[in-house]
């Protein structure tokens, strides 16, 4: 364990709507980005991931969350077990749902809802009416992979684990 700086990254993307605007969001552990995609967990010496959405990065928020104690080794095995590739779904299991689980497991904080409102009202709309895939033409399909993803669980599991109380559930594979 050592005591490590941890910040949130945060770029917003699309045009922006009133009070409906989507982000991208990561997390740094002294100055070593972890990030989520489709290709799984990525880590970069700097906000990489941010770069597809704000090129010089004059749009993206550090947010300081302090200093904390980080065993690196263990939270990366956690959440590489938890954010593997093929998991990825834009509106359950995305950026934001990453950083949530890893702001709960270094900080015991939560990704604060403002940067998660715009996916949970598109899951909602397209859990009952399927529009995000009508808007989207077939472009979003829901990965089933994703399907019950909970990041609170997750970040609890992954605190088990990365304290060597129990080994992960049965159930846990079902989020992964």
């Known amino acids: 364990l050592r005591r490590s700086q941890v910040q949130l ?30 290709r799984g967990m990525a880590m970069a010496e700097c906000p990489r991931s941010h770069l597809a959405f704000s090129s010089r990065l004059e749009a993206t928020m550090f947010i300081d969350y302090g200093t904390h104690l980080v065993d690196i080794q263990a939270f990366r095995s956690v959440m590489r077990q938890h954010f593997v590739a093929g ?5 359950q299991k995305n950026c934001n749902s990453f950083t949530d689980t890893a702001l709960q497991l270094l900080t015991g904080q ?21 529009l995000v895939q009508a808007a989207t ?9 994703a399907d019950g993803f909970d990041a609170s ?23 992964c």
């Open 153 to 175: 669980r997750v970040a609890h599991a992954c605190h088990l684990e990365v304290a060597g109380a129990v080994r992960v559930p049965s159930m846990w594979p079902h989020f």
């Open 87 to 91: 998991t990825y779904d834009m509106l």
């Open 9 to 38: 990254v945060v770029t917003p993307i699309w045009p922006p709507l009133p009070q409906l605007q989507a982000y991208h969001s990561s997390v740094l552990i002294d100055g070593v980005e972890y990030s989520f995609s489709n």
């Open 110 to 130: 939560r990704l604060p809802p403002m940067y998660r409102r715009l996916e949970a009202l598109g899951y909602e709309v397209d859990k009952r009416a399927n």
């Open 137 to 145: 033409v077939g472009a979003y399909e829901p990965n089933p992979s």
